[in-house]
């Protein structure tokens, strides 16, 4: 599970040659069970958005959740058992790099979870915008937030690459992807994808500005989270191809839950985009000393991603399928406007991310 010194699927960190390193299939069950600890939020999620009579903290989501968490807190502590060897305090130094900040934040969480439990007795079950600014949630997902990444961290802190492909690199790729599912899911208000196609056609159609606003800083909002992950990976390795899909498909998965499965025509559609914004990585081909190319696969993301949904709110926005009125109330300047500014946004943050890049990625470039 752990071992002292470089193998082949462990290399040693970059920071400390002598720290301990995680193999490949310790990170790889790290990621698997942060996932099913993820799956618990997102049943929970749903319960409290479509299940209106939840009035107390004992249901069965909130066991999914929290045995979750208790499964994934038993085996990050027993891959660090040797750092609580012989003395009071755990030595830092004998867990393997990247899970430091996991153990940390396992007490954290316990301590959100208990204060969750008193807060529901005393002040009830949120059932509105209020469960994402409830303090007890805000520490839960922040502990969680560190929990679930950890294999990003240890991938991130090793001297040489994993094997090539998607398979290599998997938990880090899952593991940034639950990342990023949990920023969404307490962005539910400016979350694009729980929107209907319904209310996308009226967001286009109808003359109250505030709608089409609001679509707009929703879809803006959203887009940033997908793509911030999708550069971040690519800044430290050679993107593989389907590592885009891997992300959109567990942000997807979770705002399937939210809405119930209400909204699976825009999944659909934004598991398309990841097909195709994976073609362009296997165009491409981008590096992290590649500016051009990593900026052009972020541009390309966020038109692809949003021009496919407006098409999706356009096709599945009546029963009855497409018509030529809807086309011709919808106005024009906001569905080719729209992906037009989210590839710019796209652009834009990658230029941010390079021009901040590794001086050693500068170098090679």
């Known amino acids: ?28 069950v790290t990621v698997l069970l942060g996932t099913w600890f993820t799956i618990g939020l997102m049943v929970d999620a749903w319960a409290h958005n479509n299940v209106p009579e939840l009035e107390t903290f004992f249901t069965p989501w909130h066991a999914v959740f929290y045995w979750g968490f208790i499964v ?20 830092l130094r004998a867990m393997p790099a990247g899970y430091p900040p996991a153990v940390f934040a396992i007490g954290g969480f316990a301590l959100a979870g208990l204060g969750d439990m008193l807060w529901h007795v005393v002040f009830g079950v949120e059932q509105t915008i209020d469960i994402l600014f409830s303090p007890t949630h805000l520490g839960l997902v922040s502990a969680m937030m560190i929990i679930v990444t950890t294999p990003l961290r240890t991938a991130w802190a090793r001297r ?33 994808l729980v929107y209907s196609p319904g209310r996308i056609m009226l967001s286009l159609i109808n003359d109250d500005e505030r709608l089409s606003s609001d679509m707009a800083t929703s879809i803006l909002v959203t887009n940033l989270v997908l793509i911030l992950p999708i550069l971040a990976l690519a800044r430290r390795w050679a993107l593989p191809p389907g590592s885009v899909t891997v992300v959109y498909a567990v942000i997807g998965a979770l705002c399937a839950a939210i809405t119930g499965f209400g909204n699976l025509e825009l999944i659909g559609g934004l598991l398309v985009a990841g097909v195709l914004t994976d073609l362009a990585v296997l165009w491409l081909r981008p590096a992290p000393g590649d500016r051009g190319r990593l900026w052009a696969v972020a541009a390309l993301a966020g038109f692809f991603t949003w021009a496919i949904y407006l098409a999706i709110g356009f096709l599945f926005a009546s029963p009855a399928g497409p018509s030529a009125e809807l086309a011709a109330a919808a106005l024009p300047e906001l569905y080719t406007g729209i992906p037009v500014v989210q590839a710019l946004a796209g652009l834009l943050v990658a230029v941010v991310l390079t021009a901040t890049a590794r001086p050693g990625a500068v170098a090679a470039e």
Do not use: E, H
């Open 1 to 28: 599970m752990v071992s002292t010194a470089p193998a082949q699927d462990a290399p040693a960190a970059a920071s400390d040659p002598d720290r301990p390193v995680t193999s490949y299939r310790t990170d790889l």
């Open 72 to 91: 994934t807190a038993g085996w990050i502590l027993w891959t660090c058992r040797a750092a609580f060897r012989g003395g009071r305090l755990p030595d």
């Open 160 to 192: 040489t690459d994993p094997a090539r492909g998607l398979l290599g690199l998997l938990p880090a790729v899952l593991s940034i992807a639950l990342g990023a599912t949990l920023v969404l899911l307490f962005l539910q208000y400016a979350n694009a």
